[in-house]
């Protein structure tokens, strides 16, 4: 050992103590393994310094002749165990951190606080020469009087460790304790912090949370679910509201094809009977969009099928229509038709039906009439490298052949019929005539146009290839070195 560590230990080890906290400070915490690695080599030193000069942290302190050094080398044999204990800690924290993540806190927490206590007493023991059976004694005693006092918090500290163990939930976990929904932001000694969908912090104690019941929506990970409950009519018949509502699921493309999704009856009363859609979604972020999609979908089928959402105005009769007079009202592109001018037009209306899997409308034909799709679902399937893939999913309202209509140009896409369909069509010669006309429906279908135009050439054209740098590092690892 050198001769001025020799000659002056305490003064060494005083800053060897000193550099640690520096370096502990100083290095990055995404340097984790190096913090570490430095703390082991100062701690494997200051024991060393310790040790050579006489001072073992196993026995009293030396130096009884001199009051000042031996005040000082008790210190310093009492911060040898400290500095253990604490090395211990960070080396086991390491270890579970790998093997557990971040859920394994309030566990390590607790095992910190069981070296250090284990620390303390071998000081007392070792160092001091207290008798330890006294000491532990009266701590008993002292830890009787607290735990009585923070009984509650007690609660809290091993409700968590219980749930820590068992794992019900993790961090980023969306969950729900006895009606509390929101995402797991931390959880430590005493609660679980919960950021619910209103943007609110909700702090549930583990003590509670250990005993109430926890609904885990991000397990599995891949999978969540969804329900969207409607009322109609009592009057409609239910297999037509099933039919209908099956329609909307098909034409929902977020849903889950497995598990499937499903309708199913929940309550009838006087006033109205309520059915509920259920599916599953691939992501939390999903489930939002999904549902509000799903419900449009099913209000536009069950109108489609004849049957009304229940409402206030439920008693009130509508006046009788035919099939192709109520598509135009409930369409967003001829809704903009005068009473008199959507009479006339949908005398000039014919209907025509398609089984599952026929084609309606196939890719770079031109198209001589306007299809307004009535009921059912219909694909749209797009090609990219020679395959075809399915890009999006239409319904009851929606149009189709606008591109030949507008600008004799052929159609981006197959559409073809997923469910079996009703469509109305509509004759380029009647209706070039009402495009000239009319401005503001010519408007509105060239903007559809434009819409469908940008989405199939960004769904179609390949991604740009991000250019790899190169350079001599570059070079080195192409060639392994």
């Not at 307004?372 to 399937?381: A, D, F, P, Q, R």
Request: proline share 4%; with cysteine.
């Amino acid at each position: 050992m050198p001769s001025f560590i020799a000659d002056h230990p305490m003064l060494c080890a005083v800053a060897l103590i000193l550099i640690d906290i520096a370096v502990w400070r100083l290095i990055s915490p995404n340097l984790a393994n190096w913090k570490l690695a430095a703390r082991l080599v100062i701690f494997a030193v200051f024991s060393a310094v310790l040790f050579n000069d006489g001072m073992n942290p196993m026995q009293a302190a030396p130096y009884a002749d001199d009051t000042t050094l031996h005040l000082a080398a008790t210190a310093l044999q009492i911060g040898w165990w400290l500095f253990a204990a604490r090395t211990l800690t960070v080396l086991l924290g390491a270890v579970m951190m790998q093997r557990v993540g971040h859920t394994g806190r309030l566990l390590q927490d607790l095992m910190g606080a069981v070296i250090f206590l284990i620390a303390i007493i071998a000081a007392m023991a070792y160092v001091l020469d207290l008798p330890v059976k006294g000491v532990l004694a009266t701590s008993g005693a002292v830890a009787i009087i607290v735990g009585l006092a923070l009984q509650s918090t007690l609660s809290d500290v091993f409700s968590g460790i219980v749930l820590n163990t068992t794992k019900p939930y993790q961090i980023d976990d969306w969950i729900s304790i006895d009606g509390t929904e929101g995402r797991v932001t931390d959880i430590d000694w005493r609660a679980t912090r919960l950021q619910t969908s209103q943007g609110s912090l909700a702090v549930i104690p583990n003590s509670l949370a250990a005993k109430a019941k926890i609904i885990n929506f991000s397990r599995p990970a891949d999978m969540f679910g969804l329900a969207v409950s409607l009322q109609v009519s009592p009057h409609a018949r239910p297999q037509t509201v099933i039919e209908a509502l099956e329609r909307a699921m098909q034409g929902c493309r977020p849903l889950l094809a497995q598990p499937a999704p499903s309708v199913a009856f929940k309550a009838s009363t006087g006033s109205g009977v309520e059915y509920e859609i259920s599916g599953f979604v691939p992501a939390m972020g999903l489930k939002r969009e999904t549902r509000n999609q799903l419900y449009d979908l099913a209000y536009r089928h069950l109108q489609a099928a004849g049957v009304g959402l229940l409402s206030a105005t439920e008693g009130s009769t509508p006046p009788a229509v035919s099939g192709a007079r109520a598509l135009l009202e409930r369409s967003s592109i001829f809704s903009t038709l005068r009473q008199e001018e959507k009479d006339t037009f949908s005398q000039n209306m014919t209907l025509h039906t398609y089984r599952a899997g026929e084609m309606i409308l196939a890719a770079g034909e031109v198209s001589d009439h306007l299809f307004i799709i009535e009921s059912g679902v219909v694909s749209v399937l797009l090609i990219k490298d020679g395959h075809k893939f399915e890009a999006g999913r239409m319904g009851p309202g929606e149009v189709i052949g606008e591109s030949g209509i507008l600008s004799d140009q052929a159609a981006l896409a197959d559409f073809s019929a997923k469910t079996y369909c009703t469509l109305y069509r509509i004759e380029n010669e009647y209706l070039k005539p009402c495009l000239d006309a009319r401005h503001d429906i010519g408007e509105a279908m060239k903007a559809l146009l434009d819409f469908r135009r940008h989405a199939a050439q960004a769904l179609t054209e390949d991604a740009p290839v991000v250019a790899v740098k190169k350079g001599f590092i570059q070079w080195l690892r192409n060639r392994g070195l």
